[in-house]
């Protein structure tokens, strides 16, 4: 790599979050000598506008990483599994936003204000976790580290931005239908390629990508997995309900966690309030609280509802909100790439 800048790849460009990729990118003026944008064969020949200049879309194919030198994927996991080794093998660092990597060994798991010491341990791929970890992992650690951790508890509200513009369009033209008295037929959520959809407007779905044997959802266990792999601690105990809310953009989260040694709330709020993208807002009386209006177009992670639990000495309850497209996906893996470049 040049010091004078960088061959960056973005792979699903035209997407929700490879489109927030190229704005962050941009503005967090990453190094990037040449950018090249990667989507489908339908997309490829028209062009998106970085730092000033119009860029034509090339089509994701193995040749287009020639000279690649970070690659950041958020075109679906099938894609990643096809090109991301591709992409490698032509140089190129892959930073991924799918679950394709997530869980191999081989693969460090990274948000950087919890373990970005394991970016070193790549062997050409990076993966990035799942929105809704990475919100809580963020505001869990300074709790970690301070207490340690027995067992953790989430539900998520989880927005439909999260599924995709398809599904942010739905939500649109759902609500419009509803509020008209007309008649609403989803073809989204809660899973694209299932046979059977709910309408989101005015309602809630408890579920988030495919159910399996053990009756969680895919999502569901994406958080258990994650978490522990991030925290380099398979005994803490997570358990995780993913629920989709019709709300356009920012995940929030119902977190308690048991703490391994007994803590003050005051304590607890200035390990929070020091912690690397964490902002504490925390007062019921003022009606002082994250929420997902709020947390729109901000990288940071927003945590408040802090108390104690009523019935176990050392639990914590939490209410944890991000915008799920920037925080939990394009922010977070532009900052490994920051990562990656400041460890070599």
């Given at each position: ?224 997995n994650e978490t522990k792999k991030i925290f380099g601690n398979d005994e803490i105990g997570v358990t995780a309900t993913c ?102």
């Amino acid at each position: 790599m040049t010091i004078q800048g960088y061959t960056v790849a973005v792979v699903g460009a035209t997407g929700a979050v490879g489109q927030q990729m190229l704005k962050y990118l941009e503005e967090r003026k990453f190094p990037v000598k040449e950018l090249r944008p990667l989507a489908s064969k339908r997309s490829a020949g028209g062009t998106i506008s970085f730092n000033g200049q119009e860029v034509t879309i090339q089509e994701a194919t193995p040749e287009a990483f020639e000279g690649v030198e970070i690659a950041l994927f958020s075109a679906g996991g099938n894609v990643s599994k096809a090109l991301a080794p591709e992409a490698v093998k032509r140089g190129a660092v892959v930073i991924d936003n799918t679950s394709a990597y997530r869980m191999d060994p081989n693969v460090p798991l990274i948000v950087p204000e919890v373990n970005a010491d394991k970016i070193r341990e790549h062997q050409g791929i990076i993966a990035n976790p799942n929105c809704s970890t990475i919100q809580m992992v963020v505001a869990l650690k300074p709790l970690l580290d301070r207490y340690g951790i027995e067992r953790i508890i989430v539900s998520t509200y989880q927005a439909v931005s999260g599924a995709g513009w398809q599904a942010v369009t739905e939500l649109e033209e759902q609500s419009k239908a509803a509020l008209k008295g007309e008649e609403v037929t989803p073809s989204v959520l809660p899973v694209g390629k299932l046979d059977k959809h709910y309408q989101i407007a005015f309602n809630v779905i408890p579920q988030i990508d495919v159910g399996l044997e053990n009756g969680f959802t895919f999502e569901e266990m994406k958080m258990v997995n994650e978490t522990k792999k991030i925290f380099g601690n398979d005994e803490i105990g997570v358990t995780a309900t993913c629920v989709r809310v019709p709300v356009m953009r920012g995940h929030s989260e119902s977190v308690y966690v048991e703490l391994k040694s007994d803590f003050e709330l005051e304590e607890v709020r200035q390990l929070l309030s020091d912690a690397p993208g964490v902002v504490v807002q925390d007062d019921i009386q003022e009606q002082v609280y994250p929420m997902p209006l709020q947390a729109t177009d901000r990288t940071e992670t927003f945590v408040g509802r802090l108390r104690r639990d009523l019935t176990h000495p050392r639990g914590l309850n939490m209410w944890v909100v991000s915008d799920n497209l920037l925080k939990g996906a394009a922010t977070n893996a532009i900052q490994i790439a920051e990562a990656l470049i400041a460890s070599r």
